[in-house]
Structures are given as structure tokens and as C-alpha cells.
């Protein structure tokens, strides 16, 4: 079954700099990789999603980046705000069929205003 | 309402007793999945159902049981609780298996 590593497992910047969050994953087949946002108390939320047919995808300050030969993706975070704080997953799944989303373990992003 | 809703919001419960969780999603979708969310061990699948009338165990089903007999409601059944099973329960829908998730507010849940 897939494999999902996600590091590091906690983030500590500064406001105004950039994060970046990575994972790996052993699917070859997998072509779709979410990446969910979840605050305290909350459950998670999409704030970004790729797939395979597509190396880089951007909405305002995050983007991600997928390298299908080496089998990971990447969450890039620009001009980190304090309300960025939370914790995030990445997950990779193959869509249709009964294929489920294998999650990575979160990381724990904080930004120090 | 909008989305998924889980109830309730949390609960307390004896050890060796019976508890269902209840959820709810009313954007029609097919497949719904239940995950148990503890402390450095992330999201882990517990069942899921690609559609109605159908379900499959995920990685930690032990202890728990679902059901889907119509389309909008998934509830969880722990039929004996116990201690282990203390944590975050979150139910989640897609329109697909394996594409986008829509997870609920979360049910804490504690076992004594």
C-alpha cells in the first residue's frame, strides 16, 4: 500500500518569512496530493491540491510542487502570517475505484509575529 | 445545514460501554470515512464506505463498526469501549473515493 513520510513534524518561523513543508511517497501510481490546513479545535481543510499532470500550482501565498520521478511534494508558504499557525497534512491517493488517501503524520507550523 | 456535522462534540464514557457516533453530510456524496486523530500519530483511517450499502476497514478498525444505509449518514459503533480508544474522532466525505475530503468538526471522545 502507499506510503506517506512528511517532515519536519514541527515548523517554527518568523512572520514574514517562508515555510516549506515536505513529503514523500512510494505509489508510483498515486495522482492526487492535497494538502489540508487544520487549526486548533477544527477539523482539516483543503487549502490546496495537485495532481499528477501538473508540476506546480499557486493560490495567492502558498503554492505546491510535485516531482513524480522522485515521488515527493512540497507546500511553500510566502510571507508567513501568525494566522498560518496550525498544523498541516499532506495526502496522496489515486482517484476512482475504492483507492483511500494515505495522510502524512502533520507538521506543526508556528509563525512568531 | 452545510457540510458534515458530527455529534456530539464530545463525550465521556465508561469503559465497556456502548457508543455510537453519529455524522452527517448533506453535499451527496458517495464515499465517507471516519479517522482517529492521536497525538504524533496523525490521521488514521478507521472504516470507510465508497457508497451507500457498502463499507471497508481501514488501518485501525479493531473495536469499531459502521454502517451506511442511505447516502448522507455514516455513524461509528464502538461496541465495548475501552481506555485505547480515548481520542479525536473526525468524519470526513468526498464526492470520489480518494479525491478532495470534507472532514467534520471532530467528536473527543474519552474512555475511563
Known amino acids: 500500500g502507499e506510503n506517506v513520510e512528511q517532515h519536519p513534524s514541527t515548523l517554527s518561523v518568523q512572520e514574514g518569512d517562508s515555510a516549506v513543508i515536505k513529503c514523500t511517497y512510494s505509489?508510483?501510481?498515486?495522482?492526487?496530493f492535497p494538502w489540508y490546513k487544520q487549526e486548533l479545535g477544527k477539523g482539516p481543510q483543503l487549502i490546496i491540491d495537485i495532481r499528477s499532470n501538473v508540476g506546480e500550482k499557486k493560490d495567492q501565498r502558498i503554492a505546491v510542487t510535485l516531482n513524480k520521478t522522485a515521488k515527493h511534494f512540497s507546500l511553500h508558504i510566502t510571507e508567513t502570517q501568525p494566522e498560518d499557525s496550525a498544523v498541516y497534512f499532506c495526502?496522496?491517493?489515486?482517484?476512482?475505484?475504492?483507492?483511500?488517501?494515505?495522510f502524512g503524520r502533520g507538521t506543526s507550523l508556528i509563525v512568531h509575529p | 445545514i452545510a457540510g458534515i456535522t458530527q455529534a456530539p462534540t464530545s463525550q465521556i464514557l465508561a469503559a465497556g460501554r456502548r457508543m455510537t457516533l453519529r455524522c452527517t453530510q448533506d453535499m451527496r456524496h458517495n464515499a465517507m470515512y471516519w479517522y482517529r486523530q492521536d497525538l504524533g500519530l496523525g490521521l488514521r483511517l478507521i472504516h470507510y464506505?465508497?457508497?451507500?450499502?457498502?463499507?471497508g476497514k481501514g488501518e485501525v478498525p479493531d473495536g469499531y463498526s459502521v454502517s451506511r444505509a442511505n447516502t448522507d449518514d455514516f455513524p461509528l459503533t464502538l461496541a465495548s469501549a475501552v481506555p485505547s480508544q480515548t481520542s479525536v474522532y473526525f468524519c470526513a466525505s468526498s464526492d470520489a473515493a480518494g479525491a478532495l475530503q470534507f472532514f467534520g468538526p471532530g467528536t473527543r471522545l474519552t474512555v475511563l
Open positions: 505509489d508510483s501510481a498515486s495522482n492526487y
Open positions: 464506505s465508497n457508497t451507500a450499502g457498502t463499507t
Open positions: 495526502a496522496a491517493s489515486e482517484t476512482g475505484g475504492s483507492y483511500i488517501p494515505t
